[in-house]
Structure formats: C-alpha cells, structure tokens
T-cell receptor, first 118, second 111 residues
C-alpha cells in the first residue's frame, strides 16, 4: 500500500496523558499536513511541515500541541496533557512538491486517527 | 480569516434526482479543490479547478469555478446511492497561504 499511513486508527487516552499520532506520507512526498475534524464538521488546518522544517503552524494551539517531521521516520503530532476537548479525528495528508504554491497541490489523505479522551 | 461556506449542510434525496452543492467565500482563491469523504476514511480528491469560469466534468459530476474565483459549485446528475458521503471544497493560494476547507455538505442518496 503506497498511500498515506496513519496509526493508530483509534487512540483512547485519559485526561492528562500524552497522545502521539504518527503519519507516513506517500512515497516520494515531502510535504505533510495535519488537519483536525470534529463530528459533522469540515477539516481545520493545524500545521504544514517539510522534512525537518515546520513551514506553517498557524492552526496549532500554542500550548500542549507540537509536530515534527524528522529526516528519517514518520511525522508525529504530539498532544500533551490531553483534555476532553481534544477528542476528534486527526487527519494527515501529503503532497508532492509544486513549483508555484505548495498549498495548491492535491492532498492525499490517510484514514485518520480517532482520539477519544476520557 | 478566510472562510468557505458550503450549502446545503445536509441533503437527502432519492436515487435518480439531480442536486447542486455550493461553496462560497468572500476571498479569492487561485484554485478550488473538491473532495469526497466516506465514514471512517480520509477525504479523496475529486477535481481541481484553477481558472475563473472553468467547468470540469467527471462522469455524472460537473464542477464549476466562479468567474471571480470566489465560489464553486458541484452538480450531480441522476444521483446514485454510491454518491453518498461528505463533500468538501477546499481553496488555496492568492489571498491565503494555506488550503482552507469548507464546512462540508453531507449527502445521502436513498435507493
């Protein structure tokens, strides 16, 4: 399967614990995006990364949330000290390099990680 | 803050009917993408439109980008139960430096 791989598919955490969500982009893709989706809603942009660089994190809460995309290995979205309001589906997407504007590139999405905070 | 409003929010129709979903914004976008999402899965790209006034057809689906590149529509002819899903528009470029997703239209087609 050469698609975007996210794991785990489902994650249950108690309030105060840490959640780590992993995303392996499509082969050959160097751009990774994280989005959050609440039930019956659209996707909210969180962060855009390239290898070893955070390009745009304007959608990330300033506290408790962090993201990385290391030279080797998957991209990680980390949520520290989770609260019930963090419960949502978190989607990762990847795209290939586009010369003009990377934000216009078609995104290939994974099947998401559904985080439930109890 | 750039916003993409989709209408209607929910749509339930019988197989064979036609429908149109709208995606509107006050911002100008250099491109508009449409995605479909099924329960438990990630969105899948249907089409990208980049030129004002552009019309693209994908079998029974017709996509249009407004002349001013602020709005788009998706028209489905003779809907089938397999068209059921969440339809999302997404705008990129020009007035925004990120891909902004619309509020979504949830379509249910009954046999």
């Amino acid at each position: 399967n050469a698609g975007v791989m996210q794991n785990p598919r489902h994650l249950v955490r108690r309030r105060g614990q840490e959640a780590r969500l992993r995303c392996s982009p499509m082969k050959g893709h160097s751009h990774v995006y994280w989005y959050r989706q609440l039930p019956e809603e659209g996707l909210k942009f969180m962060v855009y990364l390239q290898k070893e660089n955070i390009i745009d994190e304007s959608g990330m809460p300033k506290e408790r949330f962090s993201a990385e995309f290391p030279k080797e290995g998957p991209s990680i979205l980390r949520i520290q000290q989770v609260v019930r309001g963090d419960s949502a589906a978190y989607f990762c997407a990847s795209s290939a390099l586009r010369a003009e504007n990377p934000y216009n590139s078609p995104l290939h999405f994974g099947n998401g990680t559904r985080l439930t905070v109890t | 803050t750039q916003l993409l409003e989709q209408s209607p929010q929910f749509l339930s129709i019988q197989e064979g009917e036609n429908l149109t979903v709208y995606c509107n914004s006050s911002s100008v976008f250099s491109s508009l993408q449409w995605y479909r999402q099924e329960p438990g899965e990630g969105p899948v790209l249907l089409v990208t439109v980049v030129t004002g006034g552009e019309v693209k057809k994908l079998k029974r689906l017709t996509f249009q980008f407004g002349d001013a590149r602020k709005d788009s529509s998706l028209h489905i002819t003779a809907a089938q139960p397999g068209d059921t899903g969440l339809y999302l528009c997404a705008g990129g470029g020009q007035d925004t430096d990120k891909l902004i997703f619309g509020t979504g239209t949830r379509l249910q087609v009954f046999p």
